[in-house]
């Protein structure tokens, strides 16, 4: 069975660093882009960016350009979403997803709370 | 980059009804449009890819069409179990933006 099974939630104070990550099974790791997406509370759902594992390269959103860091550690079939300086905007829930045509596999879901 | 609209942002239905939902692309995608369904306190799924390609697993009942920059979800028969709120998804390009959501529920 292909799954992405995400780490769990985390509580946060604003300016720490936080790395979530999302590992696959079931398939060959290198073979997809993993995908990136934020809801925030009581909201929609938001594309943060991408990575290609076989190769690294890597695209964002606008909007996450510089705040975030996507990468994957291929050794591990692991992707991950870090944040060097967090804001309390960054409350949400965070999904990974796996690119065949649309995100044809999802994980469970990281909530990240930052608060003072 | 791509822009992404839905209309309505939220119906409501009787069981039984046919449901419609547009999405629109701010310049042609060809047919690279996903669409998904969330229920609430769930983890979004992918019902139709390719535009109008139903996910296995999926109901016969949900179908997608359009292709350019207009497409269609269509729910033919609403069911108590697809109350949800509803994203089209461009992947043709980065960045592979979401629409606002439909939502839908049952009146």
């Known amino acids: 069975e292909v799954q992405l099974v995400q780490s769990e939630a985390e509580v946060k104070k604003p300016g720490e660093s936080l790395r979530i990550s999302c590992k696959g099974s079931?398939?060959?790791?290198?073979?997809?882009?993993i995908s990136w997406v934020r809801q925030m509370p009581g909201k929609g759902l938001e594309w943060m960016g991408r990575i290609d594992p076989s190769d690294s390269y890597i695209n964002y959103a606008p909007s996450f350009q510089g705040h975030v860091t996507i990468s994957t550690d291929n050794s591990i079939s692991t992707a991950y979403l870090q944040w060097s300086s967090l804001e309390a905007s960054d409350t949400a829930t965070y999904y990974c997803?796996?690119?065949?045509?649309?995100?044809?596999?999802w994980g469970q879901g990281t909530a990240v709370t930052v608060s003072s | 980059d791509i822009q992404m609209t839905q209309s309505p942002s939220s119906l409501s239905a009787s069981v039984g009804d046919r449901v419609t939902i547009t999405c629109r692309a701010s310049?042609?995608?060809?047919?690279?449009l996903a669409w998904y369904q969330q229920k609430p306190g769930k983890v979004p799924r992918v019902l139709i890819y390719a535009a109008s390609t139903l996910q296995s697993g999926v109901p016969s009942r949900f179908s997608g069409s359009g292709s350019g920059t207009d497409f269609t979800l269509t729910i033919s028969g609403l069911q108590p179990e697809d109350v949800a709120t509803y994203y089209c998804?461009?992947?043709?390009?980065?960045?592979?933006?979401f629409g606002p959501g439909t939502k839908v529920d049952i009146k």
């Open positions: 998804q461009t992947y043709n390009s980065a960045p592979q933006t």
């Open positions: 079931g398939y060959t790791f290198t073979n997809n882009w």
């Open positions: 310049q042609g995608i060809t047919t690279y």
């Open positions: 997803g796996r690119s065949l045509h649309g995100l044809d596999v």
